[in-house]
């Protein structure tokens, strides 16, 4: 029998696709392939050597939150990749989070501190895209009210996050109980409070967080490259590559797929850029992360082959 849940799944997946459909029956699809034929092989690499460098840099700032016998870079590196791999292919950004929670309890982290560790890398890491883009915003060629109002909204209600969680708060109705609930948040809350007496951690993942952010604006601009469009200036790059992913997590479609192309039209259109032009901007760049989130994929996979194969012999 369907829940309410899976329900909701189809829901937006069905959302998702009147979307993309729209926008591809409003577009020329011949121009847009025309676009696509522009990328060329030293685009394509540069495009791929920018995402590498932001994984890295992904997996590092999750190491730094984690504790001193944490796992080495290359580690939380792969691991930080399997976990975009899920996100990219569960209809779930949570599936993602819950698969880095799963594989770095393997490595000996305890299970408060992996799931504190990965909520608290996801809440500094969209309180580094709200702090961007808002200040972008302010100095971008084209202010757009509604972008710069959902940064401020998502730079305050993350903030109080944060706040609650480093405080060690909470909610009563759970503090009253005596539940396996309560304990386990407890247990994440108290791990969490450890980080609220370490600032210069806090600053090192947000410092990395905004190093992610420039290098995510940086793709973006290869992306303008490889197509042969002029290429916005610098801030208006961070504006656009930070308003997307905000826009973008409005719950309504599937992993944001057809919001992330709706941006893309919505705040390239006062740049100058078409909606075919603004399609193939948001395709390549979707299916360049996709191509690298499925390496990802392909590591889960071939180490529990592996795993699997020493248990079998």
Known sequence: MINKKQITTYLR??????????????????????????????????????????????????????????????????????????????????????????????????????????????????????????????????????????????????????????????????NKKTSKLKEKLKAFIESAKNLRHQPSIIVKNLILGAVFQILVALVIGAVFLGLNFQIPNFIDLIYISTATSVLAMIPLGLNGYGLREGAYIYLLQAYGYNISQSISISVIFAIMVSIFSFLGGLDYALSHFKSFFIKET
Do not use: C
Request: avoid cysteine; hydrophobic fraction near 55%.
């Open 13 to 174: 997946l069905l959302f998702s696709i009147i979307l993309v459909a729209v926008f591809l029956y409003i577009a020329d699809l011949e121009k847009i392939l025309g676009y696509l034929k522009n990328l060329g092989g030293f685009s394509i690499i540069l495009i791929f050597t920018l995402i590498l460098l932001s994984i890295i840099v992904s997996g590092l700032k999750w190491q730094v939150l984690l504790p001193e016998n944490r796992p080495r870079i290359i580690k939380t590196t792969r691991i930080f990749t399997i976990g975009l791999f899920f996100n990219n292919f569960l209809p779930s950004s949570i599936g993602g989070d819950g698969m880095r929670i799963y594989l770095i309890n393997k490595e000996g982290i305890r299970k408060s501190t992996s799931a504190s560790s990965v909520v608290l890398d996801r809440l500094f890491a969209s309180l580094t895209l709200a702090g961007l883009g808002f200040f972008s915003s302010l100095f971008a060629t084209h202010f757009n009210i509604l972008a710069f109002s959902m940064f401020t909204i998502l730079f305050i209600l993350v903030t109080i996050m944060i706040t609650l969680i480093l405080k060690g708060w909470i909610p009563g109705f759970i």
